[in-house]
């Protein structure tokens, strides 16, 4: 397993509309596994193929309350409610923003395996990111969202602590 790279704004990829997987391959389970390693090692809830540079309809997620979840060719099925969430992105480092996202999400596609599944979220960060990471695949970022320019912060680099002299 490798960490990727993770593409920035303004790159283009980020702006393309992936395409379908149609090969369940050693080669996209590499990916995957490499996704995967590169979500953790940027202390990410999500992350789409086109953040890494590959225009394909693949998603990992790992939100804080639930199982790691890879899906392929997802697809939101329904969404209700609307709810205001403070939104960051791993492809927008250093800001976040105030956007609006549905209460209730229900996703189809494949898991890593070409399998059918169906993943329902309501109410927490699942909702959110199944909903974040699979705008990616259409080349929509949390920043289209935004109601009013002013609702994009700047976050504070955290201090850095001293070591304690020996």
């Known amino acids: 397993?490798?960490?990727i790279p993770i593409r920035c704004v303004p790159d283009p990829v980020l702006r393309?509309?992936?395409k379908r997987v149609t090969i369940f391959?050693?080669?996209?389970q590499k990916l995957i596994d490499d996704m995967i390693e590169t979500m953790r090692a940027a202390n990410g809830m999500g992350?789409?193929?086109p953040q890494v540079g590959?225009?394909?309809?693949?998603v990992v997620l790992e939100p804080p309350e639930c199982d790691l979840l890879v899906i392929i060719n997802p697809?939101?099925?329904k969404t209700s409610g609307e709810r205001s969430v403070i939104e960051g992105c791993l492809s927008i480092p250093g800001y976040q923003g105030e956007i609006k996202r549905a209460v209730?999400?229900?996703v189809k596609g494949r898991d890593r395996h070409g399998k059918q599944i169906r993943v329902k979220a309501s109410g927490d960060y699942l909702a959110q990111v199944l909903e974040h990471e699979i705008e990616h695949l259409d080349g929509v970022l949390y920043t289209d969202h935004l109601e009013n320019p002013d609702n994009l912060r700047k976050?504070?680099?955290k201090p850095q602590t001293e070591e304690p002299e020996a």
Do not use: H, N
Not at 25 to 28: G, P
Not at 54 to 58: E, T, Y
């Open 1 to 3: 397993m490798a960490v």
């Open 16 to 18: 393309q509309k992936a």
């Open 25 to 28: 391959s050693d080669r996209l």
């Open 47 to 49: 992350l789409a193929a």
């Open 54 to 58: 590959v225009s394909r309809r693949l």
């Open 75 to 77: 697809e939101v099925v």
């Open 104 to 106: 209730s999400v229900i």
């Open 155 to 157: 976050l504070e680099p």
